[in-house]
């Protein structure tokens, strides 16, 4: 299936957990934190300004971006996990 955000929405896949702490114990699943990274999978077009002009999007798809940890709605879709969130959401592009 193919999705395409509409607006300023971007489509996010999240990182897998950290299952395991520095020390080597295991975390169990009820504790561990959410992911705050991941990989953008899908773009919108833009927010549009006042004069009906699109802006242009900070990030593309292939990005790995760092979000906030409640930003977004998860949405599942071909039995992955995925977060679809506004772009603003987004706080900076790993380089």
Known sequence: ????????RVL???EAAE?????????????????QRG???AVGEGKLNDKGERLPMDVKPGDTV???KFGGNEV???GE???LMRADDIY????
Do not use: F
């Open 1 to 8: 299936m193919s999705l395409k955000p509409l607006g300023d």
């Open 12 to 14: 996010i896949k999240p």
């Open 19 to 35: 299952q395991k702490t520095a020390s080597g114990l295991y975390i169990a699943s009820n504790a561990q934190e959410k992911p």
């Open 39 to 41: 990989e953008v999978i």
């Open 66 to 68: 760092i979000y906030g």
């Open 76 to 78: 599942k879709i071909d």
């Open 81 to 83: 996990d995925y977060l």
């Open 92 to 95: 900076a592009i790993v380089e």
